[in-house]
Structure formats: structure tokens, C-alpha cells
């Protein structure tokens, strides 16, 4: 069973930056395909960019690209996700989720899941 704790979540003023970690433990790191979604109030949970197991390949919703960067340390067992020119928008509950599919499905197939980590951006 894998289990995966986010943390970097905060308060922070527009345009500011944050960096979210998501750490994992219980099947070998480099086997994971690592996404992160965001969920605000009365909103649907979404996938914000994901990163393959190898960290060759990386998707970014077309909102934030330009703005936040996933890259991930294999020797840490750890995802990053690099928020910088935030905004009141991107207010929401981050989640991270992994999946083993040998394939590449950034939005989807996810069978593991963090508890999330809150980010406020106040204008």
C-alpha cells in the first residue's frame, strides 16, 4: 500500500511562492506516476500537472503552465510542485496521487492518495 503526505501548503500574498512536497512510502518511488490536483470550494477536484516515473515527461493545466514546476527526487522518495506567481485562483486544497500504470495518463488512474494541503492566496 502506498502512502503519500503532502506538505508547503500556506497563506501567501498574490504573486508569491510556495513549494508543495508530496512524500511517498511503501512501494519503490520509482515505479510512480505522480499527479497533483487542487479542489476548491464547490469545485471538482482537477489535475493541476503530473510528472511520469522516470520524470521524463510532465503535463501542466493549461492555467499554471508558466507558473508551477513538478519535479521529483527519486533518492527522496518526493514530488515537488514549484508554485511561483500565485493567484487568488489557485486558492484551493492540493492533493497528491500516484498510480503505477506502466503507461502515461496524467489525469487519470490514480489509485493512491494524499490527504491534501491548503493554499490560500489572498489578493
Known amino acids: 500500500q502506498v502512502q503519500l503526505v503532502e506538505s508547503g501548503g500556506g497563506l501567501v500574498q498574490a504573486g508569491g511562492s510556495l513549494r508543495l512536497s508530496c512524500a511517498a512510502s511503501?512501494?519503490?518511488?520509482?515505479?510512480?506516476?505522480v499527479g497533483w490536483f487542487h479542489q476548491a470550494p464547490g469545485k471538482e477536484r482537477e489535475v493541476v500537472s503530473a510528472i511520469r516515473r522516470t520524470g521524463a515527461s510532465t503535463y501542466y493545466v493549461d492555467s499554471v503552465k508558466g507558473r508551477f514546476t513538478i519535479s521529483r527526487d527519486n533518492a527522496k522518495n518526493t514530488v515537488y510542485l514549484q508554485m511561483n506567481g500565485l493567484k487568488p485562483e489557485d486558492t484551493a486544497v492540493y492533493f497528491c496521487?500516484?498510480?503505477?500504470?506502466?503507461?502515461?495518463?496524467?489525469?487519470?488512474?490514480?489509485?493512491?492518495w494524499g490527504q491534501g494541503t491548503q493554499v490560500t492566496v489572498s489578493s
Open positions: 511503501g512501494r519503490t518511488f520509482s515505479d510512480l506516476n
Open positions: 496521487a500516484a498510480n503505477a500504470a506502466l503507461g502515461w495518463y496524467p489525469k487519470g488512474l490514480y489509485a493512491y
